[in-house]
């Protein structure tokens, strides 16, 4: 089945830094990536998505972008504030094994103001 | 608002004992999911349901069961529960219409088994 990385696992900038968290996916067929933030005792909640036909969307201070052929992507937040503070996952669909979504194992990201 | 609602928030039982948990929501979807949230190992899928007729296994379904009851509601069951079962699970649902892989989540079910 599809296997999906994501580093770091913890991450740590400055307010106003950027955060960047990779994460690959081993099945080629794979053709959707959301991104999900959880605050800590909340659900995780979509923040962006791409399709395997995008290499890039950006919405305000939140972009991913889609390397299909090296089979990863990334997430990239700029001009962090203490309200990005949360844990990220990133996903994968993979339309051969039933539309299944795998995620990867979760990035803490913290702000310090 | 339309939402996903899960019951129990919180559970602790025993070993060996039968416990279901329960997933309801108005948002009119008919795709459901079950998973189950680790420390260090993100969110892996149970069970998931495409519509009342149609029932999957994901990627951990031994020791679980499932029952689409309505299109609104999706039960997960351990019918003998053990502490490795102890986790966080989440209900989540998508709608196969317009907006076809976006999944919603519950709250969450905090179970521990001793």
């Known amino acids: 089945g599809e296997n999906v990385e994501q580093h770091p696992s913890t991450l740590s900038v400055q307010e106003g830094d950027s955060a960047v968290i990779k994460c690959t996916y081993s099945?080629?067929?794979?053709?959707?990536f959301p991104w999900y933030k959880q605050e800590l005792g909340k659900r995780p909640q979509l923040i962006i998505d791409i399709r395997s036909n995008v290499g890039e969307k950006k919405d305000q201070r939140i972009a991913v972008t889609l390397n299909k052929t090296a089979k990863h992507f990334s997430l990239h937040i700029t001009e962090t504030q203490p309200e990005d503070s949360a844990v990220y996952f990133c996903a994968s669909l993979t339309p051969f094994t039933g539309n299944q979504f795998y995620f990867g194992t979760g990035t803490s990201l913290t702000v310090i103001p | 608002d339309a939402d996903v609602t899960q019951t129990p928030r919180n559970r602790i039982t025993k070993t060996g004992k039968r416990i279901m948990l329960e997933c309801s929501q108005t948002k009119g979807h008919d795709r459901m999911y079950w998973y189950r949230q680790d420390p260090g190992l993100g969110l892996r899928l149970i069970y998931y349901s495409f519509d009342v007729k149609d029932i999957n296994k994901g990627e951990i379904s031994d020791g679980y069961s499932v029952s689409r009851q309505a299109q609104a509601k999706f039960s997960l069951s351990l019918e003998s529960a053990i502490p490795n079962q102890t986790a966080l699970y989440f209900c989540?649902?998508?709608?196969?219409?317009?907006?076809?892989?976006?999944?919603?989540f519950g709250p969450g079910t905090r179970l521990t088994v001793t």
């Open positions: 099945d080629s067929a794979s053709n959707y």
């Open positions: 989540a649902t998508s709608d196969s219409g317009r907006a076809a892989y976006e999944q919603y």
